[in-house]
Nanobody, 125 residues
Framework: VQLQASGGGLVQAGGSLRLSCAAS????????MGWFRQTPGKEREFVAA????????QYADSVKGRFTISRDNVKNTMALQMNSLRPEDAAVYYC???????????????????WGQGTQVTVSS
């Protein structure tokens, strides 16, 4: 599956952005989808993930209550609505897909086999 992330940009602290991830070339509904983010010098960290049928969703503690992940298995897209953005949310955001991801591993990078190119989110204070 090929993934294309979009929607990043520059926003003031407290503002909102909506990231999108478009998938092609695979059976989208069979993949667990997720968002990770990375800043220079740091490891890529988990942000949010949504199970194949959308029934299970997990968030990193740092974004709970502010970010919302969703998917559309008809349009083969995933979104991350980010509200109340903070300077520490600034990063390159990557969408990812994985098959046969079990719930206990949904927050682990190596559970996912496919990655998009990343989209930059910048938050000014």
């Amino acid at each position: 599956v090929q993934l294309q992330a979009s929607g990043g940009g520059l926003v003031q602290a407290g503002g909102s952005l909506r990231l999108s991830c478009a998938a092609s070339g695979g059976a989208f509904s069979t993949y667990t989808m997720g968002w990770f983010r990375q800043t220079p010098g740091k490891e890529r960290e988990f942000v949010a993930a949504i199970f194949r049928n959308g029934a299970s969703i997990q968030y990193a503690d740092s974004v709970k209550g502010r970010f919302t992940i969703s998917r559309d298995n008809v349009k083969n897209t995933m979104a991350l609505q980010m509200n109340s953005l903070r300077p520490e949310d600034a990063a390159v955001y990557y969408c990812t897909a994985g098959r046969f991801v079990i719930l206990s591993r949904i927050q682990l990078r190596d559970a996912y086999g496919y990655w998009g190119q990343g989209t930059q989110v910048t938050v000014s204070s």
